[in-house]
């Protein structure tokens, strides 16, 4: 089971960048499928960005493709998000996951990404 710790949000400007760091432990992060979700007040929540072990492609929601980038450190264990050109609409927390079966089941505790107009 791997157990995963997010850091590095913030608040921050409209189009400005924060990077998120998602720390891995008790497992290799680079045998599951990676994600970066997030959830907004009131709002349900959303996939952002991923990796899929098998072929290392990335994946990312419309709303954030071209201004985000989902990078991994294998050596140090760590999943990134890059995030520039931020927006207000993409305040909320957000949450690394990563998966071995169809499901994501293993979970972070949040990170808050607050972006002021």
């Known amino acids: 089971q791997v157990q995963l710790v997010e850091s590095g949000g913030g608040l921050v400007q409209a189009g400005g960048s924060l990077s998120l760091s998602c720390a891995a432990s008790?497992?290799?992060?680079?045998?599951?499928?990676m994600g970066w979700f997030r959830q907004a007040p009131g709002k349900e929540g959303e996939f952002v960005a991923g990796?899929?072990?098998?072929?290392?492609?990335?994946y990312y929601a419309d709303s954030v493709k071209g201004r985000f980038i989902i990078s991994r450190d294998n050596v140090q264990n760590t999943v990134y998000l890059q995030m520039n050109n931020l927006k207000p609409e993409d305040t909320a927390v957000y949450y690394c996951?990563?998966?071995?079966?169809?499901?994501?089941?293993?979970w972070g505790q949040g990170t808050q990404v607050t972006v002021s107009s």
């Open positions: 996951a990563a998966r071995k079966s169809p499901t994501y089941d293993n």
């Open positions: 990796f899929r072990r098998t072929t290392g492609r990335t």
């Open positions: 008790g497992a290799t992060s680079s045998s599951y499928d």
